[in-house]
């Protein structure tokens, strides 16, 4: 299956970069490297690291880039900054996130990602680690609660999890068709009329068998450290948690006196280290959601160093 996938706002990421021609650049998730394909052409002297742990994306990768000055690793993007200093790269221009699953991995049944059609429950990004069938087969009834609570903001979670014990009880539940059927099973008829009841669930043993959530709360300190003073943090996201969790850190890094307001005088001696590229995030256009369903939910935003420690 070829590696197909359509970068999610493209120019505009490209464009938060502010990309300079001598500058070292990070592209994270370099997938379909479409992205990174724009940030390499716009480079002379400088140079493109790309990092994605499904080694499929690193081979398309390569092929790709291969004519850039550009290096793709195949690591996951939390491991970035050791990486980075084994090729004695300490600090950076621009680092870009699109944390979107590519249609690649979407549209291939054998990943086990989709709901719609039938496949192992895998979900891994790499092929290392716990699959989804581990966690349904074998997570307590409290343990599925959370993660489907937690990263789906499913409620019915509880409903949910305590139907899969069940259930795995006379058989283990083994495909995606076969745990969709569960959950289907579990919601009422209005629940269903809102959309396929099984996106919420599969989104959130996705984040828990790739462990999303704790890679990007950990890169988002690492990587605006990396930042020389100038350089950008862009960072695409699908969902609530994730944006939420860049929202925070973003307000945390633009933040400067944290005195109590009945100081006479500031003794924190705090300044802001970042500033927002746009004060709310860029959403696509009509006409990309048109060519692009898939990118719907997408929301980039992006922060400049300002300040260093």
């Not at 870009?96 to 429950?121: E, I």
């Not at 984040?207 to 350089?231: P, Q, R, Y």
Request: include cysteine; charged fraction near 30%.
């Amino acid at each position: 299956m070829e590696f197909n996938h359509k970068s999610v706002l493209l120019e505009e990421a490209i464009n938060s970069l502010d990309i300079k021609p001598d500058g070292i650049y990070v592209d994270g998730t370099v997938g379909g490297a479409g992205h990174s394909v724009q940030i390499a052409k716009r480079l002379n002297s400088g140079r493109l690291f790309a990092f994605d742990r499904d080694i499929g994306a690193v081979r398309v990768a390569s092929e790709r880039l291969k004519n850039y000055n550009a290096t793709v690793i195949e690591t996951n993007y939390d491991c970035m900054r050791e990486v980075l200093k084994s090729y004695g790269v300490f600090s950076v221009d621009g680092v870009l996130l699109d944390l979107g699953v590519s249609s690649y991995q979407l549209d291939n049944a054998s990943r086990g990602f989709s709901y719609r059609q039938d496949a192992p429950l895998d979900m891994r990004m790499s092929n290392s680690g716990i699959t989804a069938a581990y966690i349904v087969n074998n997570y307590s009834t409290e343990e599925l609660t959370r993660v489907f609570k937690d990263y789906g903001e499913e409620k019915f979670a509880f409903k949910i999890a305590k139907k899969i014990v069940a259930e795995r009880e006379r058989s283990p539940i083994l495909t995606t068709l076969a745990l969709a059927d569960v959950i289907n099973s579990c919601m009422p008829a209005a629940a269903r009329r809102e959309g396929n009841p099984s996106r919420r669930c599969f989104q959130a043993l996705r984040i828990e068998v790739n462990g999303e959530l704790d890679s990007l709360k950990k890169i988002l300190d690492e990587a605006f450290d990396m930042l020389n003073v100038g350089g950008v943090l862009a960072i695409i996201t699908f969902h609530s948690l994730e944006d939420r969790a860049v929202k925070q850190k973003f307000k945390e890094f633009c933040t400067g006196c944290i005195c109590p307001p009945d100081f006479p005088v500031c003794v924190c001696n705090r300044k802001p280290r970042g500033e927002l590229i746009s004060r709310k995030p860029v959403l696509p256009s009509d006409e990309e959601i048109k060519e692009n369903s898939r990118s719907r939910s997408a929301k980039l935003r992006a922060i400049r160093k300002i300040r260093g420690e």
